[in-house]
């Protein structure tokens, strides 16, 4: 009895510890960046050794690919798991109010990670799994109007974190550009192909 007893105690104090040790990192991480926070900066602020860190996660990478999966699930990047079935019209107003309420979210991150993605191999992973999961939901919201290159540059364009930041720093709410970009983007995929000038 006591044994089993000792065991979970164990347990629940080593997920403490690692729970310690990926608030300490996320913590650094957004002062710091990853590429400039070390272990031995982690360990301190999470008061353990850099040993115990390489214990819970293999590595700094491990424990960096942790933090990122786990941020990127917190941020919750937009699916239409759950979506009822509707029109386009109602399908492309969803996947805008989803990418501007995701972006909002992840607005804090953007400057934090962006000078790291081409040197840190899990946020280049993160970043390449968002890319992919977001390519599929545009696919299945506006399907063919993607086939042309200049409709969809204009689909991503306006749908991009720099559009809705513009926009916000204008002044307008979440939900009236997220309603402007969503009237845009449909006018614009039921036209079909944008003539070149």
Not at 2 to 10: E, G, N, T
Not at 50 to 66: E, K, P
Not at 99 to 128: C, H, I, N, Q
Not at 161 to 176: E, Y
Request: net charge negative.
């Amino acid at each position: 009895m006591s044994r089993r007893y000792s065991m979970s105690v164990r347990a629940e104090q080593a997920a403490q510890t690692r729970e310690r040790i990926l608030d300490a990192a996320l913590a650094c991480y957004r002062e710091m960046g990853i590429a400039a926070t070390s272990l031995q900066a982690v360990a301190r602020r999470a008061e353990v050794s850099a040993a115990t860190i390489l214990n819970h996660f293999g590595s700094a990478d491990g424990l960096a690919r942790t933090v990122v999966d786990g941020l990127a699930a917190t941020l919750r990047i937009p699916d239409d798991s759950g979506w009822p079935e509707e029109g386009r019209p109602s399908r492309v107003q969803h996947l805008v109010r989803e990418m501007f309420e995701f972006y909002e979210r992840s607005r804090p991150w953007f400057d934090v990670f962006r000078a790291e993605l081409t040197v840190d191999p899990a946020l280049r992973k993160g970043e390449a799994d968002y890319r992919r999961a977001i390519g599929q939901l545009y696919e299945r919201v506006f399907a063919e109007a993607l086939g042309d290159d200049r409709v969809r540059g204009a689909i991503f364009g306006l749908t991009a974190p720099n559009t809705f930041v513009a926009l916000r720093d204008a002044g307008m709410s979440l939900a009236d550009a997220a309603g402007l970009i969503a009237d845009t983007l449909n006018r614009i995929a039921a036209e079909g192909p944008i003539a070149s000038a």
